[in-house]
């Protein structure tokens, strides 16, 4: 048994245990109920689980989540369009966000799928100073894609 001070006391009995905790206004938690025999200490129970939600509340409020953006375009966009769409990409990596650029082809630009991969591969260079490719280009039905992580 350990007491709420956490100095430890001698093995004792359950019944001796609760009482020495009831004298105390406190609760006896079973901490290593595993062990031989089962180690239990003396504390404020309820104020052991507001401590316990305090530092899970903090724990979350510090973590940092990842969303992932999107950027589409066509084969055939202009060039304006395109510094357009990389000054978006640049703004979203420097946040901290992973960006998923989408090249979709309709009809007969389906044919022309090394235009994609030139357009994708002209867009890894243009954004190359804040971010690295993740996952490289890859065709996936009428869409090739391609994932981007910040630096």
């Known amino acids: 048994m350990i007491d709420f001070d956490g100095t430890q006391l001698d093995i004792v009995s359950i019944d001796v245990a609760m009482n020495k905790a009831e004298e105390r206004g406190m609760d006896l938690v079973k901490i290593a109920p595993q062990a031989k025999p089962p180690v239990c200490k003396i504390m404020d129970y309820g ?22 953006k999107e950027i589409k375009m066509s084969p055939s966009i202009d060039v304006h369009d395109f510094d357009t769409k990389v000054n978006h990409t640049k703004k979203f990596l420097s946040s901290g966000d992973k960006v998923k650029i989408t090249v979709r082809f309709r009809g007969r630009e389906l044919h022309h799928t090394q235009l994609g991969n030139e357009l994708l591969a002209k867009f890894a260079d243009a954004i190359s100073e804040v971010g690295s490719v993740e996952k490289s280009a890859k065709l996936e039905g009428r869409n090739m894609t391609m994932t981007v992580a910040p630096k």
């Open 47 to 68: 104020k052991y689980r507001f401590e316990m939600a305090k530092r899970e509340k903090e724990a979350r409020k510090n973590q940092k989540t990842v969303s992932i």
